[in-house]
């Protein structure tokens, strides 16, 4: 096995040139790293480690000089990290975390809601352009996968080669991006202590474009829409438990004290609770990171519920992204005089 | 051995489910599960592996297992009925039907479950090669034979355009006899497979995971594996969610709990449970795994250990690969496996 990904990492460096440049970015972000954490200003460092395969790095803690023989940074770390620092905030000493732009939104939030410390991290923004699905690449009809090139941040290619055992795939870096890198906030860290690569614009297409197109659905076909999408849904709490907006301490569904607590998953209650119950709860919180949709096992487009509120808060309240700032007010827990009514609902329809 | 052209199969569906219940992969809203026959299902035999195993047709998420309703001044208690109607399941792969094996060894020993035992009674297994296995396959590992699924009721294989049929057990043989006139007989069909399954078994050879080395992993090194220091870095980055559990064809942990129905009593019910819930096993006493790395530790010591040590040393993963492809943090049974390897290693 380990000759395997030896021959593939050395099959991706050859097809490629520039092999030093590639991965420039990946190599400054490791020495600063080890800089940092040489003279103990950081106690450890989080980031991804390369997996065994070409897209599935981890969330993974390094401490030790030779750990970051494995530190990765590539088009498939879609992770957002920010989740892990409320962990990271319990231990002693900082923790130099790598977060991409829209990471970076999940963390002020979570700064906010005073689930993080910011003092407890070393925020390195590191660049980004697009993040990968793997998913969507298999969708192609693409498998058996080998070794990916192309995905590295520095690589200026549009294009992924894929060599896989039934014969080399190429797939557009485009097509084969998450959703969210489509809709994407933009190339700004929010917060960090300092960025390490450049970022590139990936935004194509409109954020509330799918939103409306619900939005014109009729009742009948929207609840149609929605049962057909929500019943896939397994409740394995993936999306739950990746979302940093979902911090609870102890989730209202997880709680035996009431009869809240489920893992059935049986279509009448999953329809009508728990995805709508969690997406009013993150409403004004969430950032759109996309990390529910990502992660979802069963392609449930979880993010168009948490759409819909953000184009009505902005519609009602004025635009607001949330996390883009520490202030306090935020439309949903600021009271004024000229707050929208809630029988707007009714009137709207 | 049988034949039937590929898109001759709408009739042998048609056929079966004018008779019984049939399972087979169908693709809703994007993504390819096993579900009922109907004339509209989007069938798809393409798709390598559903995301949820086929585990469900015979040990369903959640069914419930009795109603109390409130009879005046008495408690009416209705048991729910057995499975009592055959049915098939087609299209699962030769992983999915080592996995009910897994389960049987769980289910169908004292206590009896009567619930999973008559559906196993009911249910016959139309398994179907795997033609294009794929990187996240490790079944091999496990002694499954993707190009030979010799352990259903009828194992088929799909060749240029063509379905293969060749019936297994008994319960096979009845299902074949009733679809017969479907079927054309084909003398020349065996070379033709096992062409085909020796380019699978080729292809097989190919993949990365299939020698991943299972040594140091059996029912006796409990307190050594369970003691090993590394569960203290591997469990790290899990997100505590159960995909891996609930996408697995051998996870058979299930909770009891009641459903009050207002009106129409209180149903009692069993769902699938994860290992990796906080709530999980939770008694009177409290939790015996408070923290996630005893209950990340807990499902791989299940499946290499645990179940080996009471089942003669068979495992409880079969290489099927969907924790592989499904993890949102790209954790899995190999990477661990992997993980205590390198150890080994550099001691």
């Known amino acids: ?349 | 051995m049988y034949k039937i052209a590929k898109e001759n199969l709408t009739a042998l569906f048609q056929k079966i489910a004018s008779e019984q219940e049939l399972y087979l992969p169908v693709k809703t809203a994007g993504q390819t599960n096993f579900g009922v026959w109907t004339e509209d299902a989007q069938v798809d035999l393409d798709t390598l592996k559903t995301v949820k195993s086929p585990k469900d047709a015979f040990f369903p998420q959640s069914e419930t297992l009795y109603t109390c309703i409130r009879d005046g001044k008495k408690l009416k208690i209705e048991p729910e009925a057995l499975k009592d109607q055959n049915f098939v399941v087609f299209g699962m792969r030769g992983c999915d039907v080592k996995g009910v094996e897994v389960l049987d060894r769980v289910f169908l020993v004292d206590p009896l479950d009567t619930f999973y035992a008559a559906r196993r009674d009911h249910g016959t297994i139309v398994a179907l090669a795997c033609h294009e296995p794929e990187e996240t396959c490790f079944c091999k590992v496990f002694g499954v034979d993707a190009a030979d699924p010799s352990a259903a009721d009828v194992a088929t294989w799909i060749i240029d355009g063509t379905l293969y049929w060749k019936a297994l057990t008994e319960k096979g043989e009845a299902l074949t006899e009733t679809v017969k006139d479907l079927l054309e007989e084909d003398n020349s069909a065996d070379e033709i497979v096992e062409k085909e399954k020796a380019s699978v078994r080729d292809i097989v050879e190919k993949l990365p995971y299939m020698h991943l080395s299972l040594e140091g992993w059996n029912g006796d090194v409990l307190m050594e594996k369970f003691e090993d220091p590394l569960w203290d870095e591997l469990y790290k980055p899990c997100l505590a969610c159960g995909t891996c559990t609930f996408v697995c064809p051998t996870c058979q942990c299930y909770d009891i709990k009641d459903y009050d129905a207002g009106r129409n009593g209180v149903q009692r019910y069993r769902c699938w449970d994860s290992c990796m819930y906080s709530d999980f096993t939770m008694m009177a006493h409290g939790n015996n795994r408070k923290s996630q790395k005893e209950r990340f530790r807990q499902r791989f010591m299940h499946k290499l250990v645990y179940y080996p040590a009471n089942n003669e040393g068979m495992y409880s993963c079969v290489g099927c690969g969907r924790c592989v492809e499904k993890c949102p943090a790209s954790l899995n049974i190999v990477k661990v496996i992997k993980a205590f390897q390198k150890q080994g290693g550099e001691q």
């Open chain 1, 1 to 349: 096995m380990q000759e395997f990904v030896k021959a593939t990492s050395q099959a991706g460096a050859s097809s490629h040139l520039a092999t030093a440049g590639q991965r420039e970015s990946q190599t400054r972000v490791i020495n600063r790293a080890k800089e940092l954490l040489a003279d103990g200003t950081v106690a450890r460092v989080l980031g991804w480690k390369a997996g065994d395969l070409p897209y599935n790095p981890e969330p993974a803690y390094f401490e030790k000089e030779e750990d970051f023989a494995d530190f990765v940074y590539n088009g498939f770390c879609g992770a957002n990290l920010s989740k892990y620092m409320i962990e990271a905030s319990k231990l002693e000493g900082k923790t130099l975390v790598c977060l991409k732009p829209c990471d970076t939104y999940s963390f002020q939030e979570l700064m906010k809601e005073h689930r993080v410390d910011r003092d407890k991290a070393y925020i390195i923004g590191v660049g980004c352009k697009g993040k990968l699905d793997i998913e969507k690449i298999k969708a192609m009809g693409i498998k058996g996968i080998q070794s990916i090139s192309g995905a590295e941040l520095e690589d200026e290619a549009e294009t992924l080669t894929i060599q896989t055992i039934y014969g080399e795939k190429t797939c557009a870096y485009k097509d084969a991006m998450l959703e969210r890198c489509h809709v994407c906030k933009g190339k700004d860290h929010m917060i960090f202590d300092e960025i390490i690569g450049e970022s590139k614009e990936t935004k194509d297409a409109d954020r509330f474009t799918e939103v409306e197109k619900i939005e014109a659905m009729s009742p009948e076909e929207k609840f149609a829409f929605f049962q057909k999408e929500l019943s896939k849904c397994i409740r394995c709490n993936a999306c739950r438990n990746v979302c940093p907006a979902c911090s609870c301490r102890k989730c209202v569904f997880d709680s035996n004290k009431f009869d809240s607590a489920q893992k059935a998953n049986v279509d009448s209650f999953e329809e009508k609770m728990f995805h709508i119950i969690r997406a009013f709860h993150v409403a004004g919180r969430c950032t759109d990171c996309g990390e529910c949709s990502r992660v979802c096992p069963q392609g449930i487009p979880l993010h168009l519920f948490n759409r819909k509120f953000i184009k009505d808060i902005d519609e009602l309240y004025g635009e607001y992204q949330a996390g883009a700032d520490l202030e306090p007010r935020t439309p949903l827990t600021d009271y004024r005089f000229e707050d929208a009514e809630p029988g707007i609902v009714a009137e709207r329809g």
